[in-house]
């Protein structure tokens, strides 16, 4: 098959001379809004004669560089509005393969950097301290520090950071321990502390992360045996029910990978919760998985987001797609593995119910991306400077597992794909790989393994369907388990059959719910947008009998905004869409934004459709609590798009 292996959104020269390690020196100053000191670069020369290092920059201000100890001239090349600015450093004449160089480079964060989010202290959880905290994937780890912001090129790194709050970040802290006084003993706020780490093990620069702030830590139980260890940190507001919420699963589950995969290479698995304005669910940093507190639902019924963060140890973290054309192969691999767990550890029908809950959302994507049907593959073509993030949707996360899934039946079923799952991660962990690479190697193996009859099995595949295929549609039906959906179908079928019915003599209870988690409610609102819109009054009965207008839990309103506002002509929606509005942007009473981009970007796109102005209208009264990735997106689809 045809191979991506040009990475378009870099303008690095990673392939002539690649960084090995590099040393962060950083100083966190809040009031400023800058992050500054230096990036000291130990790179290896892969190609005889290289003149010079290019490295990836976003709106950095670079004030020295030096090269071996010898200051020279740099040449900051002007910005483009995807890749940034290319740094040229020139080096010594004469370098040979394999020979060392190392490059530091001072500069400092600008107020236009896209990787950090300042939070003033009333968008925290405690409102006495601010916050400070990084989101990298896809590109942005250029607008943290000069890198090869590639994930082609695995990288170590090191750091030493001073701050007045304490410091986390995406690798093993060496000084202060964890487990001692907060900020080391020294006044928090006040005393200014150097925090060390360091990150021994290669990891891509978009997982290169930061996060500072008023955090409180606690450790986790492990098995016995175990050599990493684990645990949460979070503001100290909210450590008591984060640590509840996902104490009981997080070590369960990372051993239990262990059995199904491999050994975890990483040392330490932590978790953060962060403040309201994080973009994703999750973000999965080596060693410290970012967490949105929209998962704090006080049942465990969304832990399965950090069994999804966690399981990229091994894919993405660990087998890494070489560039942003692949990226399926970081999230459906997780995607499959995380509901393989479910499956391990409770039941197929969890596994299953998992599928069924995935499947609308990436019909959703797939809908979405109807006018630009490249985006509905899961091998992208992406043009030179093209932003991934414009792809950024289930698709490569629900596809891509379904057909993973699609191949563990067609080659005899979960037992004996296993054994395949564990060579895959020993072939290339640690690596970054193409989707023909992939192919390969799945080739190779069942052929050692199964013969001539497995290889028929796989030639039975429509490869280039799965892999190139556009539309709204599977290359294959898939049937799932739906043990655990039947009662939500059901209630949902009950609602569909009273759009006829006058609403003072239905026969719907709130008790209806009884007995639902907050999954099986979502399946429910779900189902109900599979059938014609409900007229305007039974829209507004379902949104009071069951409390779904006003519920604290994010994906069950998500859902019942999105049941509520499909017909943007009716009544209902014209009502509940100024509710919606202002849910998103915490002008709902909360005070809290819902920055998670799953939540603002569908509801504001909904809110945009029934009542342009509203949502301009409150969405610029709002914007600036919302990470500036966030930002960017929702006004390039939601917004804009629609004025």
Known sequence: MADILVDTASQANYADIATEHVAFDWSVDFEAKVLSGSATHDLKVKKDGVEEVIFDTGDLDISAISVDGVDVKYDVKPKHPVMGSALHVPLPKGLSIGSSVTVKIDYKTTEECTALQWLDKDQTQGKTFPYLFSQCQPIYARALAPLQDTPSNKIKYSAKVSSVLPVLLSARIVSPPSDGPPHDGKVIGKDVVTYTYSQPVPIPSYLIAIAVGNVRYRAFSKPEGKQWSNGIWAEPELIEAAYWEFSEDTTRFLAAEENIVTSYKFGVYDLLVLPPSFPYGGMENACLTFLTPTLLTGDRTLVDVVVHELTHSWFGNGVTHANPSHFWLNEGWTTYIERVLQEVLHSPAERGFAFVIGSKALYDSLKQYESRPKYQRLVISFDEGEDPDDAYSSIPYEKGANFILHLERTLGGLDVFLPYVRDYVDTFIGKSITTAQWKAHLYSYWEKNGGPEKIKALDSVDFDAWLFGE?????????????????????????????????????????????????????????????????????????????????????????????????????????????????????????????????CRPVLRAVSKVDKDLAITNWEKAKTGFHPIARKLVEKVCIIKNR
């Not at 207008?549 to 017909?567: G, K, Q």
């Open 471 to 599: 539309g709204i549609e599977l290359p294959v039906k898939m049937e799932y388990d739906i043990t655990l959906a039947e009662t939500a179908y059901k209630l949902a079928e009950r609602w569909d059959a009273a759009r006829k019915s006058d609403v003072k003599h239905l026969d719907f209870k709130d008790s209806d719910l009884k007995g639902f988690n907050s999954n099986q409610i979502v399946v429910f609102l779900e189902r109900l947008q599979s059938y014609p819109t409900l007229p305007s009054d039974l829209v507004l009965r379902l949104g009071s009998l069951y409390h779904l207008s006003t519920t604290p839990n994010a994906e069950i309103r998500l859902r019942f905004y999105e049941v509520a506002l499909a017909d943007p002509s009716s009544s209902a929606a014209k009502t509940l869409a100024v509710e919606a509005a202002k849910w998103v942007i915490g002008d709902d009473g909360s005070g809290v934004v819902k920055g998670r981009m799953k939540f």
